[in-house]
């Protein structure tokens, strides 16, 4: 097959969507598919005049692309583009698109699980893996999730929409409970995430947080496991269990070497297991979804477990946590690679 992998793209997250990207273009084209990176900001300028030839390029123009300690500088981003213009997408992208039998979204955050990216090439007509439109979006925005979750009958941890100008924000500090969370609705990555434990830690998470853009989300801290279950197809993965190191579960905890261990599978009990995994497939069938995501679980000392949030387009970096879980049960990268695109390229799209 000709595969475009779209990457990049002018979110926080564009670093992780990089690895996410070089790491499936080049196991598609182990696979045989000629598979080709194209970065959906920046696109491809000094493009050939037949674009069919770039599916050819060598290394599929795979950047040498790694993941920082902190998140990349969108303004820098955007000054790399040689026309300045307003658009999102990049030159030659669509064209590229449009030449190719799928496309595979290694895009993370905005204009990549948003549902964005996914309205294009359903007007385009083109095919692309993963969930379509509707219900990407409604996985990315955190209330609504936490909405469908709660009428499937899901528990979600106590939460409340803000919506606050600069001048409320001591008056909010004093009055939410604490420890709690505190975090943009859209964003991934554990970019836009506080962990106050107390009121002046509080006051400073609802300053930063409102940098992150769009609407603030208060939730109730719910002590206990990190558990993350990964949906494949109509099946459950093997939890993971996440042990950060002493500082939070951060942007750098989560992505640099050391910042935090991963097992998989979890050393829970069998029944723990299929409680999250069950919940897994619940969720990932009540918003929708299609072919694969990953749900964020918090296991309590009671033994309820808590869906934190579900990601669509979860990280598909090699050493990400749907990759191992996948591993776990005894399915390489570049096959997962391959089921991934093989599921969604026959998928009849319904939001």
Not at 86 to 111: K, M, N
Not at 142 to 155: C, P
Not at 290 to 312: H, M, P, Q, T
Not at 315 to 330: C, D, E, N
């Amino acid at each position: 097959m000709k595969i475009v992998v779209l990457a990049g793209g002018i979110s926080t997250e564009r670093a992780v969507s990089l690895v996410t990207g070089c790491g499936v273009c080049r196991a598609l084209r182990e696979r045989g598919h000629r598979a080709v990176l194209v970065d959906l900001f920046l696109g491809v300028e000094d493009a050939p005049e037949d674009l069919e030839t770039l599916f050819d390029a060598p290394d599929g123009l795979c950047p040498n692309a790694e993941i920082g300690a902190q998140a990349p500088d969108l303004e820098a981003v955007r000054r790399l583009r040689r026309d300045q213009g307003p658009s999102r997408i990049g030159p030659c992208v669509l064209e590229l698109c449009r030449l190719a039998d799928i496309v595979f979204l290694g895009l993370h955050g905005e204009d990549g699980e948003d549902g964005r990216i996914q309205a294009v090439l359903d007007l385009l007509g083109v095919p692309y893996i993963g969930s379509g439109y509707l219900a990407s979006g409604m996985a990315m925005d955190k209330a609504v999730a936490k909405r469908i979750m709660e009428s499937a009958g899901v528990l979600t941890p106590e939460w409340r929409l803000l919506e606050y100008t600069a001048d409320e924000t001591e008056r909010l500090a004093a009055e939410l409970p604490v420890p709690c969370v505190v975090k943009a609705t859209t964003g991934g990555s554990s970019l836009g995430v506080f962990l106050p434990e107390d009121r002046a830690a509080l006051r400073d998470a609802l300053i930063q947080v409102r940098g992150f853009g769009g609407q603030v989300l208060w939730e109730r801290r719910v002590r206990g496991r990190e558990l993350t279950v990964a949906v494949l197809g109509d099946r459950a993965l093997p939890p993971i269990e996440i042990l950060p190191a002493e500082r939070g579960f951060d942007y750098a905890a989560k992505y640099q070497a050391g910042g935090a261990r991963e097992v998989c599978p979890a050393p829970v009990t069998e029944e723990e297991a299929k409680l999250v995994q069950e919940l897994a497939l619940k969720v990932h069938r009540a918003l929708g979804l299609s072919v694969y995501s990953r749900a964020d679980f918090i296991l309590d000392g009671e033994g309820k477990a808590w869906c934190l949030e579900v990601n669509s387009l979860p990280g598909m970096t090699p050493g990400s946590l749907i990759p191992k879980a996948a591993k776990a049960v005894g399915i390489d990268y570049p096959t997962l690679c391959e089921e991934i695109v093989q599921q969604s390229y026959h998928l009849k799209r319904r939001g």
